[in-house]
Every structure is written in C-alpha cells, then in structure tokens.
C-alpha cells in the first residue's frame, strides 16, 4: 500500500505510519486538522490487522502482546475492548498486555484508561516512533476500527476478541460482561445518598439516533418511580417532581461510574451506561434503535433490551436527520411502557 492522505487517511482501518517513521492514530490528525500523507502501519511494518487478514495468536504461549490504538475512542467502545484485552489472561493469567492510545481521545475516555492501568495492562501513548514498538512480542494494530467491516456484523466483544487474534467461543460469557470494572478505585457517593436507593435514567448516548427523545423523558422517569418508589437520578436537567439531576455530582468517569455502580436499576439508551451497569451487576433495561441488542449486550444477564423496528435507520451508528429522529420518536410513542419487566431485580447481589 502507498501514500495515503484526505479522507483515505481519517477512514483508513488501521493505524498510520508518517514519512519519518512515527506511529499516529488517524483520530488524532483528524482532531489536529492538518492531514498530510502517510503509509499504512501494517503493510509497512509488519503488525497484525484483522481487518487486512485475519489471524489467530497461541495466547497460552506468549508473554506479552502489543495493541496499536486499542481500544477506541468512545467509552463505551473502551469498556467493552479492555473486557476483551482482560479476557485475553483468561486464556494465559500470565500475559502482560501494553496498549498504546490516541494522543487527542476525549478526556472523559482516557480517564478509563488511567484507571485501568496496572489492572488491565500497561498504558502507553501515541505518536511513538516506529523503533520503539519493534520487539519479538506480537503487536496488533487495532486503530480506525469504527471502520471495519466486522464491527457492525458481530456482537462487539466478540469483535475485539477476534481483533486480537482469540477465538471468542473459548472465552466464557462470565468473562464477555465487564466485570473488570469492579475492581477499580471510584469515588465514594455524596453522603446523603450513600444509604439512599435511587434508580438512574440515563437516556442520552454519543447521537441522537441511539439517544432516549427529550419527547419521552418524563413518560419514562414517571415509570420509574411507580416502579420502583425511589427517587430518579439523571446527568441533566429534567422538570419531574420525582427526578434529581446529579450533573454537577458527576463531573467525570470515575464519579459516573460510582453512581451507576451504586444504583438499583439504570433505564438508559443504547450507550455507555449499559455497559457500566452490566461490569457492576446493576439489573438495567436498554432501549435499542438501530443497533441489534445481540450485537452489544448478549452476555448481560441483568440486562432487558428493547429493541425499537424502525427498518429506515436499521444498522446505522449516528444521524441527527431530522426525518430520522422523527421517526424514531414515533417508535418510541408506540412503545408500551407499562410493559417493562425488568429482570433481576429480586436476584441477591
């Protein structure tokens, strides 16, 4: 493969290797907006790329694996890839894993990887020059995987597995559900919610397409509390006599991951909140638009998806068309809310 620039260079499905030898991720050049030509890292270099030819690793017998722009730059995208590299010591508990991240990801997501570092593995940032990732061990080049055609054909945990060159059928579902998270150090809650049960609305995802419609908000915070008769907490603004917004309660990762891990049930959308709440044994109910359930949340036993037909915006990853949206809200108004039964609720912690 030769020079790469323009748009080739944002939709490229792997990582980018500039004229004078550094490794960049095409997320951060695109956030640099000074594009300029490039080489694909692993047809020069020699990395593993699922996408260019698939591959399988002896994972029992290796010591360390490298992972290129792994895993992403969306949270819940992160959960779900680091719940695949902690798989991976299912398969050899002795494996060192070293990632090595865009410069430029949101800080929200990269404040999950500070604190996965030393749990999940060690955390290295890019742009790095080539010679510093040359070593024995494999190295997988992930980046740009947004871009892949295997992301939007399987369930995403078994995606990234298949990424980094495992078989997903030898990891067990116990493993696939982001239990990972348990084991990081959060934020105590405020004290006066520390004994307190509430549940969470969490109806906004990274577009509006996977997003909870404004329209429904109230319909669904007042099932909540005749559900659940406890107060409804939301990262937003929201006029219901039931509901309290803890937006300026949770100002970042680790504060919104406490309160999910602290809640007794969370109703979101198709996003972030979901994965969170399946890695904290949270029982939640996730409304699906475009995306199959089975794609994203096939291993959460706690988890109810409500999958929404709405064939126009089917497979589709964002839009804020207005003729998609309404849409949308007009499935969501077909929607029978009384209907919910949310599952485990009753099963011990």
Same mark, same amino acid.
């Given at each position: 493969m030769?020079i790469?620039?323009g748009d080739?260079a944002l939709?490229?499905p792997?990582s980018?290797l500039?004229? =004078?030898g550094h490794?960049?991720?095409p997320y951060d050049i695109?956030?640099q907006?000074?594009?300029?030509?490039?080489?694909?890292l692993?047809?020069q270099?020699?990395f593993?790329? $699922? *996408?260019?030819?698939a591959?399988?690793?002896?994972?029992?017998?290796?010591s360390?694996?490298?992972?290129?722009?792994g895993?992403g730059v969306?949270?819940g995208?992160s959960?779900?890839?680091?719940t695949a590299?902690? *798989?991976?010591?299912?398969?050899?508990? $002795?494996?060192?894993?070293v990632?090595y991240?865009?410069?430029?990801?949101?800080?929200?997501?990269?404040?999950?990887y500070?604190m996965a570092?030393g749990?999940i593995g060690e955390?290295?940032? #890019?742009?790095r020059? #080539?010679?510093?990732?040359?070593?024995?061990?494999?190295?997988i080049?992930l980046?740009?995987h %947004?871009?892949? &055609?295997?992301?939007?054909?399987?369930p995403?945990? =078994?995606?990234f %597995?298949?990424?980094l060159g *495992?078989d997903?059928?030898a990891? &067990?579902?116990?493993?696939?559900?982001?239990?990972w998270l348990q084991r990081l150090?959060?934020?105590?809650?405020p004290?006066s919610?520390?004994n307190?049960?509430?549940?969470?609305?969490?109806?906004?995802?990274?577009?509006?397409?996977?997003?909870?419609?404004?329209v429904?908000?109230?319909?669904?915070? $007042?099932?909540?509390?005749?559900r659940?008769a406890?107060?409804?907490l939301g990262?937003?603004?929201l006029?219901s &006599?039931?509901?309290?917004d803890?937006g300026?309660?949770?100002? =970042?990762?680790?504060?919104? %991951?406490?309160w999910?891990?602290?809640?007794?049930?969370?109703?979101?959308s198709?996003? @972030?909140a979901?994965?969170a *709440?399946?890695?904290?044994d949270v029982?939640?109910?996730a409304?699906?638009?475009?995306? @199959?359930?089975?794609?994203r949340?096939?291993?959460?036993r706690?988890?109810?998806?409500i999958?929404?037909?709405v064939?126009a915006v089917?497979?589709?990853? @964002?839009? @804020?068309?207005?003729?998609?949206?309404?849409l949308?809200?007009? $499935?969501?108004k077909?929607?029978d809310?009384?209907s919910?039964?949310?599952?485990g609720?009753? #099963?011990?912690?």
């Amino acid at each position: 493969m030769g020079i790469i620039s323009g748009d080739d260079a944002l939709f490229h499905p792997g990582s980018l290797l500039t004229g =004078d030898g550094h490794v960049v991720a095409p997320y951060d050049i695109e956030q640099q907006r000074d594009i300029g030509v490039y080489r694909s890292l692993y047809a020069q270099a020699g990395f593993y790329n $699922a *996408a260019a030819s698939a591959f399988t690793l002896d994972y029992p017998r290796l010591s360390a694996v490298h992972i290129v722009n792994g895993m992403g730059v969306a949270l819940g995208d992160s959960i779900i890839g680091l719940t695949a590299v902690e *798989a991976l010591r299912f398969l050899n508990p $002795a494996l060192r894993t070293v990632l090595y991240r865009p410069a430029r990801a949101p800080a929200y997501v990269e404040s999950l990887y500070h604190m996965a570092a030393g749990i999940i593995g060690e955390m290295r940032w #890019l742009p790095r020059g #080539l010679a510093e990732l040359a070593g024995p061990e494999p190295r997988i080049d992930l980046g740009n995987h %947004l871009f892949w &055609p295997g992301f939007a054909a399987m369930p995403m945990i =078994d995606f990234f %597995l298949r990424s980094l060159g *495992a078989d997903p059928a030898a990891v &067990p579902p116990g493993h696939k559900a982001n239990r990972w998270l348990q084991r990081l150090c959060l934020p105590q809650l405020p004290d006066s919610w520390q004994n307190n049960d509430y549940v969470l609305f969490c109806p906004a995802a990274s577009t509006p397409l996977r997003s909870i419609p404004a329209v429904m908000h109230k319909t669904f915070v $007042a099932w909540l509390w005749r559900r659940f008769a406890c107060p409804v907490l939301g990262f937003g603004p929201l006029d219901s &006599p039931h509901y309290v917004d803890i937006g300026e309660l949770s100002t =970042d990762t680790p504060q919104f %991951l406490s309160w999910i891990k602290h809640a007794r049930f969370v109703l979101s959308s198709d996003s @972030a909140a979901v994965h969170a *709440a399946a890695g904290f044994d949270v029982p939640s109910t996730a409304i699906f638009t475009s995306i @199959a359930p089975a794609l994203r949340v096939r291993d959460y036993r706690l988890c109810q998806p409500i999958a929404l037909d709405v064939p126009a915006v089917r497979n589709m990853h @964002a839009s @804020a068309r207005p003729q998609d949206i309404a849409l949308l809200e007009q $499935a969501y108004k077909n929607l029978d809310v009384e209907s919910i039964a949310p599952v485990g609720i009753n #099963l011990p912690a």
